[in-house]
């Protein structure tokens, strides 16, 4: 059975960082495409944040470019977000998916949330 869990959520002022990671186990890290996506307090749907296919390739969402780096080490079956510049906007839930390219299994952890505040 496949589990996705997140960690490294937290309180941190405007201007700060944080670092998601997602622990992906019971499956072949290396096989799935990984998203962030986030859920703001009061919206009904989930946003993706950043995605990173299993060749490596990365995309952003407009509202996090330059700021957020997805990343994964498939050594340790681990995917991060390393959040700078963090802004009040960037209050959310943070879930972590992971999708089987062309079969189209995917799985999603608990979240993680994430607070902007002074």
């Known amino acids: 059975q496949v589990q996705v869990v997140e960690s490294g959520g937290g309180l941190v002022q405007p201007g700060g960082s944080l670092r998601l990671s997602c622990k992906v186990s019971?499956?072949?890290?290396?096989?799935?495409?990984m998203a962030w996506y986030r859920q703001a307090p009061g919206k009904e749907q989930r946003e993706p944040v950043a995605?990173?296919?299993?060749?490596?390739?990365?995309n952003y969402a407009d509202s996090v470019k330059g700021r957020f780096t997805i990343s994964r080490d498939n050594s340790k079956d681990t995917l991060y977000l390393q959040m700078n510049s963090l802004k009040r906007e960037d209050t959310a839930v943070y879930y972590c998916?992971?999708?089987?390219?062309?079969?189209?299994?995917?799985?999603w952890g608990q979240g993680t949330q994430v607070t902007v505040s002074s």
């Open positions: 995605v990173i296919t299993t060749s490596g390739t990365t």
């Open positions: 998916n992971a999708e089987e390219p062309i079969i189209g299994n995917d799985y």
């Open positions: 019971g499956s072949i890290f290396s096989i799935y495409d």
